[in-house]
């Protein structure tokens, strides 16, 4: 099984000083990217899991609606968020979709697991920092799904095959027929394999509002656009099957 998931939220990086971009401005601009994104998952007819970052959320009533009037699954990435500004944006999220959010992302900011399951979560996606040095690490914890709090702990996913994790920077840079090759090889390993890519990896350089560093520059835009597709394509010929993180789980 994959678990297809994509972050709709701010790249780690600040934004350019040279290009003054506010996030008013650059709002639309994400919400177009995540528009892409669905449209090639509608293409192949695939439900994927959105996780939305905490801070924008309410300003992305509209897309959120979209996303989940398309049948995926609408989680919360929290970035740097507070306990109490989680739950003022999943209580207004639920209202919004007239159901439960039940999973939340997390990377380096983390909040407690007893206060996350306080906040009526259902589970938590982890995931590490996408630096350069990934090549030469190992994750850091565990690849496998646990529970832990009353809580379904789903960390990223590894590859026994390249020991790589299938995070967002292995997917942008790493040859596509060794990618696939991964995939399936950890396919054979295990139940599944969590994937996650994120909307501002779309920018391509010339519009991209954020100061990246080299190494995340490398195909981004109508490039990291055509992995995706060629990664669908992928999944479509050798009849892989995708599911959303909440039907996977429960």
Same mark, same amino acid.
């Not at 630096?131 to 789903?154: D, S």
């Given at each position: ?77 929290? +970035? ?33 697991? &007893? ?7 259902? $589970? +938590? ?7 350069? !040095?990934?090549?030469?690490?190992? %994750? ?19 590859? &026994? ?11 942008? +840079?790493? &040859? ?15 139940? $599944? +394999? ?17 100061? %990246? ?24 010929? !050798? ?12």
């Amino acid at each position: 099984m994959i678990l297809l998931t994509f972050n709709i939220a701010c790249s780690d990086q600040p934004f350019l000083a040279q290009k003054s971009t506010t996030e008013t401005e650059w709002l639309p601009a994400l919400e177009d990217k995540a528009e892409s994104i669905m449209l090639l998952l509608e293409m192949h007819e695939y439900k994927a899991t959105f996780f939305i970052e905490v801070g924008i959320a309410d300003q992305l009533h509209k897309l959120i609606r979209n996303i989940a009037f398309a049948g995926h699954e609408i989680a919360l990435y929290n +970035v740097n968020s507070t306990a109490a500004a989680i739950e003022l944006t999943k209580r207004n999220l639920e209202q919004l979709l007239e159901k439960p959010i039940r999973g939340i992302r997390q990377k380096l900011h983390r909040l407690p697991y &007893p206060d996350i399951k306080n906040l009526e979560f259902s $589970y +938590v996606s982890n995931i590490e920092s996408s630096k350069i !040095n990934f090549l030469w690490r190992k %994750l850091t914890t565990k690849t496998h799904i646990y529970e832990q709090n009353n809580l379904t702990i789903v960390p990223e996913s590894q590859s &026994p095959y390249s020991q790589l994790p299938f995070n967002d920077y292995v997917l942008q +840079v790493t &040859p596509m027929k060794y990618y696939e090759n991964m995939l399936l090889e950890s396919l054979k390993n295990n139940e $599944y +394999v969590m994937i996650y890519a994120n909307s501002w990896q779309l920018f391509g350089n010339d519009e991209s509002p954020f100061d %990246l560093p080299f190494y995340k520059k490398i195909n981004t835009g109508r490039k990291f656009e055509d992995r995706l597709e060629q990664l669908l394509q992928f999944i479509d010929k !050798n009849e892989l099957a995708v599911s959303r993180m909440k039907d996977y789980l429960f």
